[in-house]
């Protein structure tokens, strides 16, 4: 078992880093492997040009969001981690998970997967950004994990982010958490079949 971790903090060892690195020790302990993926503070945005569904090749851009799809196929779930700016996640990485999640050319295995976030600010706006990125797993039928709390850290360094006793807790049970659900999985899947998921009908809001 797997689970890919994307950090949205163009700081690779800063305070996004350090809290997604409390869920990683304990996913390791576990047993859980991960791997990590960092967004780059330039990650280009989605053009809206439809290649990836015209081909199904994936993204036009042949960057990061294309490297990232097998390590994605190689894993049972997904963590992603954000600072908070203006009470969202970065630009960086909704440009990420725009093009990640719209061009993935395997969306149905994100069916049943584990998808937990986290953020960390100095203060405030943890629960929006959190809501915004949940929805890409909401959409996706994946299986959002909770905490015993908000999936927050706060600080303006890692050092602050450590001393965040209640934060640094919620991060250890959202480890414990997904990694419960993972094994879950693993006993059942030659026991229960999957649901049947209904697909292709599209409706716009026009008469």
Partial sequence: MKVLI???????????????????????????????VNVPADCPSCMACDYCHRTHQGCIKKDIVNDTYQLMDECDGLLVGTPVYYAEPSGSLMSFLDRFFYSYPHK????????????????????????????????SGMTIITSTYWNDTHGFSPEDVMKDEEGMQTMHNLGRNMAYYLKMREMTKDKLEEPVIEKGNVTNFIR
Avoid: M
């Fill in 6 to 36: 994307i950090n949205g903090s163009p700081h690779k060892q800063g305070c996004t880093y350090t809290a997604l690195h409390e869920v990683e020790k304990i996913l390791n302990e576990e047993g859980i492997e991960t791997v990590y």
């Fill in 108 to 139: 149905k295995s994100f069916n049943l997967k584990a998808a937990a976030c986290i953020a960390n600010s100095r203060r405030a706006g943890n629960l929006t950004s959190n809501d915004t990125i949940s929805r890409f797993f909401s959409i």
